[in-house]
């Protein structure tokens, strides 16, 4: 996984940069919003400088976002302002640690799966601190179903260090990554025309 020094370093200009795909990211939330109840407590894994989480938290009774960079955290908690929904929690955690066993009944992964080294292991770690029946919510770029020549640009910027390292997925591969971790998949599809992030539902079914 790309080190926490480089997204530290990448921190402020990721807050000031503007949403690429308004229309999809909003799409999202309101995807999230409608699989959210009232009563559900909520981790994001890879939350960054915590936009989502702040859209999301009225939709919840609790939400904890961590990030491995310490730098997007100090951002995000920056952001809890007195108008800021009190049910939001930022700390600084690595991917695959436990927050809480059985403690959440939604976990989050957006744009996170590509970047860290170990899929298993962070499917696992979701896997053990979800309730059962509870649902993981990812979007997740697979840059293997796309052009050679977009595939290659991402491996050439990634070895010069101006983008982060990415696990090269397809969508069937991450669909298998799930459902070997234990996983029923509810729904999968595209929230934009790229199809290159697939929006992945999936329930804890042990």
């Not at 370093?9 to 807050?15: F, G, I, L, N, T």
């Not at 310490?70 to 640690?97: C, H, Q, W, Y």
């Not at 989050?108 to 170990?118: I, K, N, Q, R, Y």
């Not at 840059?143 to 982060?164: N, T, Y």
Request: charged share 20%; with cysteine; aromatic share 6%.
């Amino acid at each position: 996984m790309t080190s926490p020094a480089f997204w530290d370093r990448k921190a402020p200009s990721y807050a000031a940069k503007p949403i690429a795909d308004p229309i999809a990211y909003q799409a999202k939330l309101t995807r999230v919003q409608a699989l959210l109840s009232p009563t559900d407590r909520v981790l994001e894994i890879g939350c960054g400088t915590g936009s989502t989480a702040l859209n999301l938290a009225n939709s919840c009774a609790h939400f904890t976002g961590t990030d491995i960079s310490s730098g997007m955290i100090d951002i995000a908690n920056r952001k809890l302002s007195a108008e800021a929904p009190k049910n939001v929690v930022f700390r600084r955690a690595d991917a695959t640690e436990i927050v809480g066993e059985h403690s959440f009944d939604v976990i989050l992964a957006f744009s996170l799966l590509h970047l860290v080294d170990d899929i298993p292991a962070v499917l696992n770690s979701v896997h053990s601190q979800l309730e059962p029946g509870g649902l993981l919510i990812s979007k997740t770029v697979c840059v293997k179903d796309q052009f050679i020549a977009l595939r290659e640009l991402v491996r050439v910027l990634s070895l010069l260090g101006v983008a982060p390292r990415v696990t090269q997925l397809s969508r069937n591969e991450l669909i298998e990554f799930i459902k070997n971790a234990g996983f029923e998949i509810v729904e999968s599809g595209y929230l934009s025309n790229s199809r290159m992030s697939p929006f992945v539902v999936a329930k804890r079914i042990d």
